[in-house]
């Protein structure tokens, strides 16, 4: 049977494939063969009517009589007295196919011995003026124990491997010379003598493997993050793309997908997890590689996406005594990265007194910051002097709200998680 399909990928239409037919039937229609197509042009004209829903052909057997040939199970009334048309039919449990008419001897010419007179509808009938069983041509189809893929390296070295079903991705081939139907003059009209790929998808896996490459080739890791105290920490479906602790900063990219409080414990904890993406569902639907680009544009607006789905959480604007049970200093209601930028507005948040902002990345003046009631803004007490390890939870604002960040050094906040908001 050809093709054969090599490991790569790459079809070969020259080179026999080895299949393993061990509970192999034949197909019980022609896949790809639409009726009202002509296939024996590169590509098929279709004689349908513009909207019809295609309807796949059967698999067929022509034979020769009268020096034309005739499909075997319609070749119609062609004789005196009226042949029976023979059912063909695929075998259910084995690579073959039965053929059966009525009298058997009808397809016996040239076996036939005549000893015996022959009768159909009750007159002598002469068996060598019929069908030669040994020039049938019967056109069939099989699916094969290839499989067509595309692999994609991501350059990591490392051992992990992720393989996706692309159901509906298929290779439909119709070999050299295959007997396709019968022209209008009797005589038999075949494929292309290079064969014909009636469907190839082939690229369309290539695409799916670049959505996924695009995915999966970012770094991800799952996280926990526990603080003392009842104050936030981010809320569910919100994405931490980083976590930086004094030593280096690692690669997160997941959601947070559960929140534990323990009473007992007065603690804190939120968990992420990874969102999946069903890649399969994809299949030949992406016909341009235009489209993939735009569909790897939309995988990596999904994580903003996702964040602004939390966007009406009641946890967003937040009060100290909403929060409550924390320890002094745990929380901000906004953040801004230089002192010299507060004011009555940080973050897009309005600042009344009593708030609490918090400063970072400005060296010895980072900390939490409180506005008074004159308008200027005093250090907390806690954060003149080093506060390594403290978590604290920024409850709003358009960069920073629902953001955590930790001590790493004194006087100086490292960012904890991805900015969301």
Not at 272 to 277: A, G, L, P, S
Request: aromatic share 8%; proline share 6%; with cysteine.
């Amino acid at each position: 049977a050809v093709p054969s399909v090599k490991d790569d990928g790459t079809v070969l239409t020259d080179a026999a494939a080895n299949l393993w037919l061990f509970d192999r039937a034949l197909l019980q229609h022609l896949p790809g063969l639409e009726v009202g197509k002509d296939y024996s042009v590169d590509p098929p004209t279709d004689e349908n009517p513009a909207g019809d829903e295609p309807e796949y052909r059967k698999p067929f057997i022509v034979i020769p009589h009268d020096g034309k040939y005739v499909y075997l199970d319609k070749h119609g009334d062609r004789q005196e007295p009226p042949l029976p048309h023979a059912s063909v039919r695929m075998l259910d449990r084995e690579m073959a196919m039965q053929v059966d008419i009525r009298p058997r001897h009808l397809l016996m010419k040239s076996d036939w011995s005549g000893a015996e007179p022959s009768y159909i509808n009750g007159k002598p009938f002469d068996p060598e003026g019929v069908f030669d069983w040994r020039k049938m041509i019967a056109t069939v189809a099989i699916e094969a124990d290839q499989h067509l893929r595309e692999v994609v390296d991501d350059g990591s070295g490392g051992d992990r491997e992720i393989v996706i079903d692309v159901p509906d991705a298929e290779l439909v081939y119709l070999a050299p010379y295959t007997v396709i139907g019968i022209e209008a003059d009797g005589t038999l009209k075949r494929a292309p003598a290079e064969g014909l790929f009636v469907r190839n998808d082939l690229e369309a896996l290539e695409r799916v493997a670049a959505l996924a490459w695009a995915w999966y080739s970012k770094p991800r890791a799952s996280v926990k993050i526990t603080k003392r105290g009842f104050a936030p920490i981010l809320p569910v479906c919100a994405l931490i793309k980083s976590a930086q602790a004094s030593d280096a900063s690692r690669d997160v990219g997941t959601m947070v997908t559960e929140e534990r409080i323990n009473w007992s414990k007065r603690e804190v904890s939120v968990s992420t997890n990874f969102e999946n993406v069903d890649f399969a569902d994809f299949g030949p639907n992406l016909t341009t590689r235009a489209a993939v680009g735009s569909e790897i544009r939309n995988l990596h607006a999904k994580c903003q996406e996702l964040n602004e789905r939390t966007s009406g959480l009641p946890t967003r604007i937040a009060t100290p005594s909403a929060v409550g049970g924390g320890a002094s200093g745990e929380y901000a209601h906004a953040a801004v990265e230089e002192a010299g930028s507060l004011g009555a507005t940080v973050d897009g948040v309005s600042i009344g007194t009593g708030d609490r902002v918090l400063v970072f990345d400005d060296g010895e003046d980072s900390g939490i910051y409180e506005k008074q009631s004159g308008g200027d803004f005093e250090r907390v007490v806690e954060f003149t002097e080093t506060r390594i390890g403290v978590l604290i939870a920024v409850l709003d604002g358009d960069d920073y709200g629902l953001t955590s960040f930790v001590c790493v050094g004194e006087n100086a906040v490292g960012k904890m998680g991805a900015y969301w908001g």
